[in-house]
């Protein structure tokens, strides 16, 4: 496995994030074509409107599948960069450091995360710049 940096840790599933987005998307755009033809054509409306809404539904479940495992992951990451810190400092993070910033913070190593952390807070870094500033970068393979 390469190892992970600023510019190569995002993670993209071709099959998840490319064709089965492709596939629901189509599918949606097709039944709204289909119910349409059907109110013109005078015939099938039932079966195109059931077919829109399970297409519907199936898109809704495809992106709430993604962002409910995210939400989750999130707040575990909280959890244990808070946990870190506090092995770290004997503190708890700053409680002005957002998700996202600390999500970016678990990039960094031991010896940069208590001063990067600390200046994050003060400077309002975006998560972006947090994960510019990491030198020793610390790997996160278990990203959903």
């Not at 071709?14 to 629901?24: A, F, G, K």
């Not at 519907?56 to 808070?82: G, H, K, M, P, S």
Request: with cysteine.
């Amino acid at each position: 496995m390469t190892s992970q940096n600023v510019k190569n840790h995002s993670r993209i599933i071709p099959v998840y994030h490319i064709l089965l987005y492709t596939i629901v998307i189509f599918c949606f755009i097709a039944s709204l074509y289909r119910l349409y033809t059907s109110y013109i054509h005078h015939s099938g409306r039932l079966m195109a409107a059931i077919v829109l809404g399970l297409s519907y539904a199936i898109l809704l479940l495809t992106w709430y599948a993604r962002t409910f495992a995210l939400v989750a992951q999130d707040r575990a990451i909280r959890a244990e960069e808070n946990m870190r810190y506090f092995a770290l400092t004997g503190k708890r993070l700053d409680p002005t450091l957002t998700t996202k910033q600390i999500i970016a913070l678990r990039f960094a190593d031991d010896d940069e995360y208590t001063p990067l952390a600390e200046r994050a807070a003060k400077e309002k870094l975006t998560p972006a710049e947090i994960k510019k500033a990491v030198v020793k970068w610390r790997a996160d393979h278990y990203r959903v």
